[in-house]
């Protein structure tokens, strides 16, 4: 059964920068696109980075410019870049792979448990 899991998440201040990172286990995210989505508490779900099958990425404008998705096909690794944080960026991160493009997607498989990033000001 194929599962994702998250990475790198952790407490750090504002202006500080983490690198999450998304690793397959029981598949592969080799060909497929993969997207980013956080969950905070009383807000709606995200999706704020996406990388597709061939590479091409896609940002929230919530975090554009400061956050850079990126894959290591030789690690099998698909990692998400934040820099200069922000406390609005306090939320559980996931990796997902999306049932739609880029930036479309309303429906997501093979969620992992997520990695909590909080951001304190």
């Known amino acids: 059964e194929v599962q994702l899991v998250e990475s790198g998440g952790g407490l750090v201040r504002s202006g500080e920068s983490l690198r999450l990172s998304c690793t397959p286990s029981?598949?592969?995210?080799?060909?497929?696109?993969i997207a980013w989505l956080r969950q905070a508490p009383g807000k709606e779900r995200e999706e704020v980075s996406c990388?597709?099958?061939?590479?091409?990425?896609y940002y929230a404008d919530s975090v554009k410019g400061r956050f850079t998705i990126s894959r290591d096909t030789a690690k099998d690794t698909v990692y998400l870049q934040l820099n200069n944080l922000k406390p609005d960026d306090t939320a559980v991160y996931y990796c997902?792979?999306?049932?739609?493009?880029?930036?479309?997607?309303?429906?997501?498989?093979?969620w992992g448990q997520g990695t909590q990033v909080t951001v304190s000001s």
């Open positions: 029981g598949g592969t995210l080799s060909g497929y696109a």
């Open positions: 997902a792979y999306p049932l739609g493009p880029c930036g479309y997607a309303t429906e997501y498989n093979y």
């Open positions: 990388i597709s099958s061939v590479d091409n990425t």
